[in-house]
């Protein structure tokens, strides 16, 4: 369901949509309803059944997201709804916040902050019902902008728990957004071997001097200010015959100008704009359908549309293409957008003028945006997922 590029002529969409936000408002005239028997229970004064409230309130808005009640302070509440790793039920969450009433010593986050040390090791053995005891770890990008941690937990008692007890380590002592947009593979090993290991309440600033060193490597200004100094590759990829390809599944050839975040895109991992652009680009591709036509004529409606509509993106100082692709049924085109909202008029016209298939689509790499979609025409239908 989309909550960012809602489609006014989306009729059974937008009642949908309507109806959950029904469900979001009895959820927080419920809260607010209880909110003082809460804060007592949080604060040891009181009895109240906090789970089943929770179970029978927020679960009716979808059963996929988390939550934590906390007590901040003397009289202070803090409630965090998260989307416990489907993340793309954060741009509804934010909705969710966003109609949120102001309670008195009350906060509402969408994701868990970073913690303090103590504050970790405990949620890990309240988690785990097992101390961490001795622990290291070390910190270092590998691949894709994204900083892979290893943690030597010699105590845990087995690899299982030692990798349970290190991912919930990593979250709490960074926080579930840095987790999320930075951090790709968490491992536990049995042997330190060579290499820096830290102690743990090193490891956010560990994690912190290597996300340094990744923006370094970043333009300073959009890669529309410096399209002419853009340096291309080639790929080739052999996918598997099937009936319909969600997202690029189905690329065959192209080229880019953004190697990582290409390889980011095609392989599947997490993906978050913010780890190739300091500057707010917004990694998104256009798609449309080749209708059973063979390659050679896709491949010239696709250079059309480039040649045209990246020229128009760099002259409005929108964005431009980074890379293009042909699939065994889709074309492709990457864009780096400095504003999607006022780049999808410009887009709509351009693609409308190049008469692409009615099955043509603005989508999204980042993780968080994966629900949402831009149809190019009134009535394009749902892209395949």
């Known amino acids: 369901m989309r909550w960012l590029y809602p489609d006014e002529h989306d009729t059974e969409e937008n009642a949908a949509r309507k109806a959950v936000l029904s469900r979001v408002d009895r959820w927080w005239q419920s809260l607010a309803a209880q909110a003082d028997a809460i804060a007592a229970y949080l604060h040891g004064a009181g009895e109240f ?30 409630l965090v709804i998260s989307v416990d790793g489907h993340l793309s039920l954060r741009p509804m969450v934010d909705a969710m916040l966003a109609r949120a009433p102001a309670l008195p010593n009350w906060e509402f986050l969408n994701a868990h902050p970073a913690d303090t040390l103590a504050g970790a090791l405990s949620a890990v053995e309240a988690e785990t019902d097992h101390a961490v005891g001795r622990a290291r770890v070390r910190a270092q990008v590998r691949s894709m902008n994204r900083v ?11 690899h299982e728990l030692a990798r349970t007890q290190a991912v919930i380590a990593a979250c709490r002592l960074l926080g579930e957004d840095a987790l999320a947009r930075w951090v790709g593979a968490i491992e536990a090993v049995n042997e330190t071997g060579t290499g820096r290991w830290l102690p743990l309440d090193a490891l956010q600033q560990a994690v912190f001097s290597e996300v340094a060193g990744v923006n370094a490597r970043l333009p300073e200004v959009p890669l529309v200010s410096m399209v002419k100094d853009l340096r291309w590759s080639l790929w080739r990829l052999n996918p598997p015959q099937q009936g319909d390809y969600p997202g690029e599944q189905d690329l065959i050839m192209g080229s880019s100008a953004l190697e990582e975040m290409s390889a980011c895109a095609q392989l599947g991992a997490p993906f978050d704009s913010r780890r190739y652009s300091k500057v707010g680009e917004t990694f998104c591709f256009l798609k449309f359908d080749g209708e059973g036509r063979k390659v050679a004529p896709r491949m010239d409606e696709r250079k059309r549309v480039e040649s045209a509509l ?23 085109l990457d864009l780096a957008l400095t504003d999607v909202q006022a780049s999808l008029p410009l887009i709509r016209a351009h693609m409308r003028g190049a008469e692409v298939s ?4 603005l989508l999204f790499h980042d993780a968080t945006l994966a629900e949402e979609w831009v149809g190019i025409y009134d009535d394009t239908p749902p892209p395949p997922r």
């Open 49 to 78: 059944d906090v789970p089943e409230f929770m179970a029978e309130q927020l679960e009716a808005v979808d059963p996929r997201l988390g939550w934590e009640f906390s007590a901040t302070g003397p009289r202070r509440c803090r």
């Open 148 to 158: 892979d941690l290893q943690f030597w937990l010699p105590d845990a008692g087995g």
């Open 310 to 332: 990246g020229a128009a993106l760099v002259e409005g100082g929108l964005g431009c293409v980074v890379g293009a692709g042909t699939g065994r049924r889709y074309s492709y």
């Open 358 to 361: 009615r099955r043509s689509w």
